[in-house]
């Protein structure tokens, strides 16, 4: 069957990096693609940086693969309103797994899941002008703590990882995140049965094993703004951010981007790196339940890298085409 794609390539290097990755995806299925816009660029041409179009066009397909986009300085935007595109779509299709692989193709290989639709992120702020005070609520509910939860040991389950570990500040924030580590410690008890081990670890000292021994991760869970951190962090342990793809998953559509932005200061040159928005189309492919496809797509970008097929960001002299071009050269020769 020919899968519908939302296609919003964005601002920056995204207009490079996603058709690049089309021409990947190409090698290994027949898809419908519907290009969608979005970002700074739009905001500009058409005064919304989400139109309703692109919002219906996403809610109507299958998948949605995502570039970057530029977020305008406030001086720029002279007071009009921006909305985020990516928290938008985040919100409006109810993403609230996201999901950041961190593997470098040798020996490094854990996963975060991360809560996308609470936590500080609610943006519930304000300025208290009495006490002269500025204060942020951190919503954890246990709807929202218990589908992200499930949705990590289900995770576990699906792709044979052996361990879930949970990333909290339980010790100080106990009604919030002593909630998250309840119903972890619940959830947890039932995949013993699948031969999924837990623990948990707080926060900061996460951070801290990340870069002494990140081989002690497997599968994380944990709220918004930890997950947010963290996977930056680890970004950081596999070459950076045009290694590292992500997905944002809802209870049935699913939304595949790389983890950085527009890069300005490489834009047009020709010279992005496209693998991570490559092995984010290739999670895109597992979401459909292609696993041998996208295995094939993982494949071939492991060859790539390990054999020199670089871009300037990962120390090679290549352009973000060529770099594809062994990537499609890799698939034919499976
Ligand atoms: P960035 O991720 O765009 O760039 C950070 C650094 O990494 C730059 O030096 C850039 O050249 C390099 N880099 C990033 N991706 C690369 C790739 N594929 N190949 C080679 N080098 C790469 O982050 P920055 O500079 O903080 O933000 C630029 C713009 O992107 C801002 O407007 C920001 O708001 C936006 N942004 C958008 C995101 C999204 O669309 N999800 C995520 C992060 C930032
Ligand atoms: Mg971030």
């Known amino acids: ?10 601002d ?23 290009e969608a816009h979005a ?3 739009c905001f500009k041409r058409c005064g919304e940086s989400i139109p309703e179009s692109t919002i219906q066009t996403a809610k109507n397909s299958d998948s949605i693969l995502f570039g970057s986009v530029t977020t305008p300085k ?17 919100q409006e299709l109810d ?11 040798k020996d490094l290989d854990f996963v975060i899941i991360r809560e996308n639709t609470e936590c500080l992120y609610v943006k519930r702020e304000y300025y208290d002008e009495i006490n002269e005070v500025a204060i942020a609520e951190r919503i954890i509910s246990k709807k929202g703590s218990e589908r992200i939860i499930k949705f990590a040991f289900e995770y576990a389950r699906l792709n044979n990882r052996k361990k879930v570990s949970c990333i909290h500040k339980a010790n100080v924030l106990r009604v919030t995140d002593g909630l998250f580590l309840e119903i972890f410690e619940k959830i947890a008890k039932l995949y013993e049965n699948f031969g999924i081990s837990s623990n ?9 094993y990340l870069i ?19 996977s930056d962090e680890a970004a950081g342990l596999i070459g950076g951010l045009g290694m590292s793809p992500s997905a944002n998953i809802g209870d049935n559509l699913g939304l595949f981007e790389p983890v950085h932005g527009s890069a300005p200061d490489i834009a047009g040159k020709g010279i992005s790196n496209p693998i991570a928005t490559i092995l984010s189309a290739s999670m895109m492919l597992d979401h459909l339940k292609m696993n041998k496809k996208a295995e094939i797509i993982r494949n071939a970008v492991k060859k790539t890298i390990n054999n020199g097929y670089l871009t300037p960001d990962l120390g090679g002299s290549l352009k973000t085409s060529e770099v594809v071009n062994k990537v499609i050269e890799f698939i034919r020769d499976e």
């Open 74 to 90: 406030p001086t720029e935007l002279k007071n009009k309103p921006y909305r985020s595109p990516i928290l938008t779509l985040r």
């Open 95 to 105: 993403l609230y797994a996201n999901i950041r692989p961190t593997y470098n193709f």
């Open 212 to 230: 002494k021994n990140p081989y002690m991760f497997d599968v994380m869970v944990t709220t918004n703004l930890f997950g947010d951190i963290l």
């Open 200 to 208: 948990d670890y707080l926060i900061d000292a996460t951070a801290m």
């Open 39 to 41: 970002g700074y660029e």
């Open 12 to 34: 920056g290097i995204g207009k490079e990096v996603v058709p690049e990755t089309l021409r990947v995806l190409n090698e290994v299925h027949d898809f419908e693609y519907i």
């Open 1 to 10: 069957y020919m899968p519908k794609i939302c296609v919003i390539t964005g």
